[in-house]
């Protein structure tokens, strides 16, 4: 029962047009959108900002070293006292074997898991391995750098007896594993995400679950599980601290993976941990070779989206 | 005649069964593969560290000899910088997410900001190192101090946040929203005392995943030119400062052996570090979940 | 009490007067024209009811009613809404002002994920009213105007979801109540509930009516006719007959709307 007032006492209404915080509301209310606009805008100010750093002082580099040394030019010397050479391609190579290696470890693996995972496992065995594959993802890469040094690679040097301390195939298995938790569970969610209703009409018609998963589930998921793989592929590429500490500080330019290598990464750790002086050619190389990771990173990512951005309009 | 011939089809059923069965176990063992690494990993690191983990080790500084070597420096150092981390971080997040949700229209600027943040999320760490350096270190005259290397991780981590935030805030069922619309508040009490309160589980979860990120970090700190000999702990937030992984590094990149089981420690203590941080996040999901 | 007969809030004996007048009034989403040359008077303390198929525009005008179909951003208006004599389109007229004056109640129960003290004080609170005391009496008032009180006195700080659908709904009614509104506006608030619930929320709007002009979207015919004194039919985003509940439910002038009533279509 709406209880009538009683007279000596104001309305709610009244309580309301009384209180004196109107003007201060509407003030607030138009500022906020704003300083929300400000604060979102630091995102881009943040590429922005990392964008204008690498070309400014990688075009302080180029007026030191020709772009065309720098983008072809197979012999990485900076430190050289006597005519450093500063072509890029050996980092390339180091950073490039060491991905490939991580791909042929991370791909079986995390397909693998992802399968089973998605088609095989039940329910229980899903909810146990999920939050293990997401400890793994979450392990700080100087975990797995210490690792590859102290333990994969020697253990690698008992099968091949060449194999220097520093090498190329100890972290390039160690990043496969550190991406392989990436590969599995986007992958998994881009075949969890295939209906249920396809599966059941291909075992229905007596399929094994085998055939449901390669021949029916994998094809549906497959830009999915591209674009996870390929978004892998940029972290690989990007990993700085297992490189660093496990794949040595000796650039060269081809195919040995048993030797010392560096990546673009590792270099621009190498430089930062000495003592580079502030001005120098070799301070400003870091610039030039993080723009170069930068934009192989950018385009990995940017395939990615592409790619997912083409499986979710399917279903 | 027919095309389908049933005998045969009973006899290869043999072999597809055969072979789906034969797959499913190399599938199982895909899986235990990572299963596996990681518990070699953890294997190794407790047994090659347990032993430095004594009393010592957290009271001592940085030293030459493994035997005095200490992780006080880097385990405070660690935690000055999350408390730069963590404020700057979820403000800007959060205040990202809260924009891109509530306020946003659909334009080309929103577009623009919401592909720019995916895109920021795939930008290497060590690149955000070189960011921090110019711009933190050397134009805002920063130095190498924990405040030039929390605005450094905050940016890192910045993309985790939104993302995760926006996730949090789209959960909130657009009814109560109305509701509290047709009580005639305004869009920002609304976003205050309801959206926010709501979704306050899922970006607390997200935000400590991505500041655990960050404490485990060690390319953008090497970068900006974080010290690892330190025999003084931070006095303020233009002190400098070392970390927990900088002192990991340092260490397992000694030539002396003794120094691996230091480093080992040094890990260990790290990630207990982690593993408080994500029992909180678990506990905060787990405790506040809201049902509706 | 000439500030109070500003506020409209207590100007209900006069039952002469309109609360809503709705002037050609159209409305777009996008290319969709939904609502076409509207023209309904509303008078207080009446229970207007707004009946017609789905899709019929009949949510959409009552949406509009405090203007929460502008929440869709691509919705255009033209013509006037005149609530108390003043346009609610006109610029100066903020929507909050309007949304504390009308209040909503929604097809599904929406509490907010509080206590339910929390919930039927969350009005008054983001109106500037922060004594305890006076909440605190709010609280009570509203609850006992929803007949909700009995239910739930004891356990006021519990979260409101903790309720059952039925209980739910008559909480945001008392939600509503608590900002003393003039008129409440409630879209099919039946809708989701089961009839044992209906039933007690039909009683409730019977009697709210003495102290609300009150106006409902339901696709229930029998709730119309129960409990309204005046039922409009909508149809393809037209008023087809507006009339007594009685008339229209016994002798409707349009052929459409007697093809309705009984059944033939919708």
């Known amino acids: 029962m709406a209880q009538k007032q009683v007279s000596d006492q104001p309305s709610v209404q009244e309580l309301i047009a009384k209180s004196s915080s109107k003007k201060q509301k509407q003030l607030i209310e138009k500022m906020i959108p704003y300083i929300l606009l400000l604060i979102a805008s630091i995102s881009v100010l943040t590429t922005i900002g990392i964008v204008a750093t690498l070309i400014v002082e990688t075009i302080i580099f180029f007026k030191e070293i020709p772009v065309f040394e720098f983008l072809f030019g197979t012999e990485w010397y900076p430190f050289a006292n006597k005519e450093p050479a500063f072509g890029i391609l050996p980092l390339i190579a180091g950073t490039l074997k060491v991905t490939v290696i991580a791909v042929i470890v991370a791909v079986p693996f995390g397909i693998g898991s992802a399968i089973f995972l998605s088609e095989y496992a039940s329910e229980t065995t899903r909810r146990i391995i999920k939050p293990i594959l997401e400890v793994l993802a979450g392990i700080p890469t100087i975990v797995y750098g210490f690792f590859a040094l102290t333990f994969v690679t020697p253990l690698l040097q008992q099968f091949i007896p060449d194999l220097k301390i520093f090498n190329a195939l100890s972290p390039g298995i160690v990043v496969g594993i550190m991406i392989l938790p990436m590969i599995a569970s986007l992958s998994e969610d881009a075949m969890s995400s295939v209906p249920n209703s396809i599966r059941e009409g291909a075992l229905a018609m007596g399929s094994t679950k085998l055939e449901v998963a390669l021949k029916v589930v994998v094809p549906a998921a497959l830009s999915g599980i591209i674009a996870s793989v390929v978004l892998a592929i940029s972290r690989a590429i990007g990993e700085t601290m297992i490189v660093s500490l496990a794949g040595g500080s000796t650039p060269k330019f081809d195919w040995d993976v048993t030797g010392s290598i560096q990546t673009m990464t590792a270099y621009i750790v190498q430089v930062s941990s000495g003592d580079a002086g502030y001005g120098t050619t070799i301070y400003y190389s870091i610039y030039s070779v993080g723009f170069t990771l930068f934009l192989f990173t950018l385009v990995m990512n940017l395939i990615a989206h592409a790619i997912s951005k083409k499986y979710r309009e399917e279903y | 005649m027919k095309y389908v011939n049933h005998e045969s089809v009973v006899k290869r059923m043999m072999n597809r069964l055969t072979i789906n069965k034969i797959f499913k176990a190399i599938f199982f063992f895909a899986t235990l593969f990572a299963l596996l690494a990681l518990a070699i990993l ?71 900001i919401r592909m720019n943040i995916s895109n920021l999320a795939g930008v290497p760490s060590v690149v955000f190192g070189l960011l921090g350096l110019t711009i933190f270190v050397r134009a805002l005259s920063l130095g190498n101090s924990v405040l030039a290397a929390g605005f450094t991780m905050s940016l890192l981590i910045l993309p985790v946040i939104i993302v995760a935030s926006q996730e949090a805030i789209r959960a909130v069922p657009n009814d109560v929203r109305e509701a509290s619309y047709g009580m005639g508040a305004t869009k920002w009490q609304t976003v205050v005392k309801i959206v926010l309160p709501s979704a306050i589980p899922g970006i607390l979860t997200g935000a400590i995943l991505a500041l655990s990120r960050a404490v485990g970090e060690t390319a953008p700190l090497i970068v900006i030119g974080i010290p690892v000999i330190i025999q003084f702990l931070p006095t303020g937030l233009l002190s400098q400062f070392t970390a927990l992984p900088m002192q990991i590094y340092d260490w397992a990149k000694r030539p002396q052996h003794d120094f691996q089981f230091v480093a080992a420690a040094g890990i260990l203590v790290l990630m207990i570090f982690l593993l408080i941080m994500n029992s909180i996040a678990i506990f905060i999901r787990n405790k506040f979940s809201k049902r509706y | 009490m000439v500030q109070s007969l500003e506020n409209g809030s207590n100007t209900r004996n006069d039952t002469s007067s309109i609360v809503y007048n709705t002037q050609q009034l159209n409305l777009w989403y996008g290319n969709h024209h939904a609502l076409k040359d509207i023209n309904l008077q509303i008078k207080e303390n009446e229970v207007t009811a707004i009946i017609g198929p789905s899709g019929c525009g009949k949510s959409t005008y009552i949406k509009t009613l405090n203007r929460m179909v502008e929440l869709v951003p691509t919705v255009k208006t033209s013509g006037k809404i005149l609530y108390r004599d003043r346009n609610i389109f006109d610029n100066d007229y903020g929507v909050e002002e309007l949304r504390t004056k009308v209040g909503m109640v929604f097809q599904k129960p929406n509490p907010f994920p509080k206590s339910i003290y929390d919930n039927i004080a969350y009005g008054p609170r983001i109106h500037g009213i922060k004594n305890k005391k006076i909440l605190d009496q709010i609280v009570e008032k509203s609850l006992r105007g929803a007949a909700i009180w009995d239910e739930v006195k004891d356990r006021l700080h519990t979260n409101a979801y903790s309720l059952s659908g039925g209980q739910q709904q008559r909480i945001c009614i008392a939600r509503c109540l608590a900002i003393e509104p003039d008129v409440i506006l409630m879209d099919e608030p039946t809708s989701a509930l089961d009839p044992i619930s209906t039933l007690k929320v039909e009683e409730l709007i019977q009697e709210l009516k003495q102290d609300y002009s009150i106006i409902i979207v339901t696709h229930n015919m029998q709730q119309a006719a129960r409990i309204s004194d005046k039922t409009a039919f909508f149809l393809n985003g037209e008023v087809v007959e507006f009339d007594n509940t009685d008339v229209i439910f016994s002798t409707p002038e349009d052929k459409r709307t007697e093809d309705y009533i009984s059944g033939r279509f919708g």
Do not use: C
């Open chain 2, 42 to 112: 953890f294997y190794r690191i407790i047994t090659q560290g347990i032993g430095y983990l004594t009393p010592e080790f957290f009271q001592n500084f940085g030293s030459r000899f493994p035997a005095k070597a200490g992780i006080k420096a880097a385990l405070i150092g660690s935690i000055w910088l999350m408390f730069v981390v963590a404020p700057v971080s979820i403000i800007l997040g959060v205040g990202t997410a809260i924009y891109l949700e509530e306020y946003a229209k659909k334009n080309r600027l929103t577009d623009f």
